[in-house]
């Protein structure tokens, strides 16, 4: 063992990283091991002890059995002893240096087994001796290695039994614990967070205030494991002061003469918390946080209960207003997530969703359903005078399974539900609160229920009473009326925009053409017409539209939509469109009308795109093409909004991050029109030479647009690529220097979009060369020989490309590029970059290689010979049957002619044949 010991220790200190961690592995299980005979050990001698003392007890004691406990005594305490010197010799050694070893596997198998060690054997090893290595690796710089000390700390503080022992412990490093609550590494955050809340357990006046502060905040912070963690310590907190409320001990009774439950005083608790916290007041993120570990969020009866009690005349109100709206945002975002089960905007969840978790949900959502079918109606009318509570209590029924309503014959219920939306709906103007009324309704009115005919009586009437009062207020709105029929058209408006958000309301002509004489007045340069009003007029246009498309490509019922529906609907967008496109002009920042005009025709276009060839016929009917110079238009309308128009050097942070947030929404509006086709790829180049100027801001948008561009026609998007990179080349190229700063920035940009065809020549075989071929007609159009010499230095942009050809292609381009008219006549350094792109070319070998080349980077491998070299070499071929000598001659043939992949519809057909140099 000595021997053994030695060796280890020795190995473990070699400047050989595979010994010294192959030596600190084996010594440390070695370790363990002694720590697992060292713990059985004491619990045999301490049963030899008791033994021994019980023997002495006796009046007669047995002096052969009491000298032969002592003898098995004395040998297990001299093993022990023997076991500890090993123990300590090999801690010393190994673990004492090896710790804060430069390899990170080292370093997390040494908090690894000295917590196997610390689990294993408490009394002695959860000593400050030890635990300050613990202490000391909470500063590790490997986040890793932080973890494995965390996941030591963590069940050690949870025992309550190791408080003692581990109290010097924890006041020494409570701070390092609180410090790593903010730790790079969410889960070394998450582990701290509840180390943290262990502690205060255990000990509850080890933190101080402002420390508590800091654990309150993590509840709000985007990640929900971390926030689950923190709500734990806030459940704590609650219990414990709820455990000295002497109100509490008393207990309370509702008017009705119900007693508060458990729920009651829990939900009063998680209200003062949220009311009276300095902290955030985000409900949603407060919500997702306790859900799953407080019930009381989801006792909808107690909640209710409260919002519904009344108090007596001259007594104090149980709830006061920020309360009672505080109650209604807990209320709905806990009803939500119970219904959907999702986390809110923002909170990232490594959560996987399971089949168990879906039966939960459902069941949630049925239960809340029974319950505010016959509350909510009343609650509802209780705060109808109060538009914020409202707002967000008319959302409820979004989340019910309406089907309850047949089942349990709750039709009343329903009446009652529907009337109060019809009387928000007719009463309030607020766009949102319209917004989910509307959005209410149509939740209810689901096909194949037993209620959907009810509602659908209840939406009719409310639609004609909207679309009669715009109707009859347009034209004194149109006259110059008072503010009075002002006030009316205005609202009458907003109601027809919540509306058409949800239902269909083309069924008459006449919408049309009463919103289109609004927009012409509208767009008039003259017109004194609000610019909100404005917008939404343009929203109903663009919905009417989309509604129409919709149901024309649904054409229920009959096999095609008919041909005059499909002409007026076209007629209507050139109207549409014809009005709108004047609108975006360029030289001058853009309002937010141009802005949203801007959307609209982009919203048009993607939704009329041109049909697959082999689309029906009446497809083609529905098919709108915007003219080239529309196009170009809206092209220049986006750079200049996005690129081209800087801010000013005093805007604030925040106002620039709106402006920023809305040039990323023009940005991705455009390239997802010409992702689709609707716009000509050719304007791709537009965005994409701006691809690494805006490397911060908008690159990500770009590289997306990419990677869409490829999935419908990596032919076009290569030829993008090489227009962008001409027309950089074209812009900024002013001398004839081939190291000039303005080649590195090119060839640099060219190098970036290069990788984003990925690395599978195979698959981009056909788009690389379309861009080769484009690239090397653009220098062969030179005017003459001051400009030929110009365009020569663009080869050196092009060989970033050439490692994406496949061989057999290269050779063919070589074979072309000599016939470039004019080249050979220039000067030796001038024509360089022409020879040093052919070279790329031809550097890696032809298509007249063997196909053994390929292995010429790696192992050595024998040869593949074919088959029409075989006989030259004298060697033995195959002779084939007679029915195979087709499959031969025609296997003979693709040899002599190369095999070429099936192109793709809207690909060429040959690469670099396609490249005419005359």
Known sequence: MENLTGLLSELSDSAFRAFRHTATLGALKMMTSLVEVQAQLKETIASDERQLELEKKRNRANKPRLQTLQDTFDQHTRNAESIKSIFDKLFKSVFGQRYRD????????????????????????????????????????????????????????????????????????????????????????????????????????????????????????????????????????????????PDRKKGRRFRSGKEWSEDVWNIFEILKFSTESPTHSHTAYLVDSLIDSCSALKAWDAMTDLLLEETEEGQPSLLDDKFERTLIEIMCFA????????SPTGRISSKKTKAKDLKQVQDDRARLTTHFITTLPPVLTKFKQDVNKTGLLISVPQY??????????????????????????????????????????????????????????????????????????????????????????????????????????????????????????????????KRPLLRKILSCCNLFVMWRIQALRKHEGVAHPDADDCAIHMARLRELVGLLMPVLTVGQTASDTVFAVYHVLLDLLVLHPAPLSTAAEWEFDLKFELPSVDQQAIAEFVEFQVFTNVLPETTSPEARLTH???????????????????????????????????????????????????????????EAVAAALIALFTKNIRSHKRNSQEILEIREMAKKLALLFGTDNEKSRWAMGALHKYCVEFIREATDDRDL?????FFDVLSEFTSKLRREDKARLVGRLNSLPNLLALNGDVVTPFFQYRNSLTSSGTDTDDPADKHRRGRRVNPVIPKHRAAALRLPT????????????????????????????DEPGDIAADVSME
Request: negative net charge.
């Open 660 to 718: 920023v947030h809305r040039r990323r929404q023009v940005l991705t509006q455009f390239c997802r029109a010409f992702t689709c086709d609707v716009i000509s790829s050719r304007f791709a180049e537009l965005v994409l030479r701006h691809y690494l100027t805006t490397t911060g801001d908008y690159s990500d948008v770009i590289k997306e647009a990419v990677r869409k561009m490829m999935e419908v026609s990596k032919v076009h998007c290569a």
């Open 878 to 905: 195959p002779t084939p049957d007679k029915d195979d000598v087709a499959s031969v001659v025609a296997s003979m043939a693709s040899s002599v002619a190369g095999d070429a992949p099936d192109a793709e519809a």
């Open 102 to 245: 430069s390899l990170l596997a080292v370093r997390e198998l040494c908090m690894e087994e000295l917590g196997e060690w610390m689990i294993t054997y408490p009394s002695r090893f959860v000593d400050d001796s030890y635990l300050k290595y613990l202490g000391w690796t909470l500063n590790d710089k490997e986040a890793t290695v932080r973890r494995k000390v965390l996941n030591v700390i963590l069940p050690l503080v949870e025992k309550e039994d190791l408080t003692q022992q581990m109290q010097l412990f924890s006041s020494k490093f409570k701070d390092r614990f609180v410090e790593m609550t903010a730790d790079a590494d969410p889960e070394c955050c998450v582990k701290a967070v509840k180390i943290v809340c262990a502690l205060d357990k255990t000990q509850t006046e080890l933190f101080a205030e402002s420390d508590l502060d800091r654990m309150f905040e993590l509840i709000y912070v985007s990640d929900r494991n971390m926030a689950v963690a923190a709500s734990d310590f806030l459940l704590t907190r609650m219990a414990a002061i709820s455990a000295t409320d």
């Open 789 to 793: 010499a110009k365009r020569v230095l």
């Open 335 to 342: 009803l939500k997530h119970a219904a959907v089960g999702e």
């Open 400 to 529: 019910f399974d309406v089907d309850i309503y047949t089942t349990n014959h709750k039709e009343e219920e329903l009446d009652q539900l529907l009337d109060i939306i019809g009387e928000l709906f007719a009463k309030y103007e607020d766009a949102v609160f319209l917004r989910n009324c509307a959005k209410s309704l149509e939740s209810l009115e689901q096909e194949g229920t037993g209620i959907v005919n009810r509602v659908a009586m209840h939406k009719s009437g409310l639609i004609e009473a909207v679309t009669t009062r715009f109707h009859e207020s347009l034209p004194v709105w149109m006259a110059g009326g008072s503010e009075a029929a002002v006030y009316e058209f205005e609202s009458s408006v907003t109601r027809l925009v919540a509306l058409f958000n949800f239902f269909d309301l083309t069924a008459t002509a006449e919408l049309w053409d009463d919103l289109m004489t609004v927009m012409r007045r509208g767009f008039d340069p003259e017109s004194t017409m």
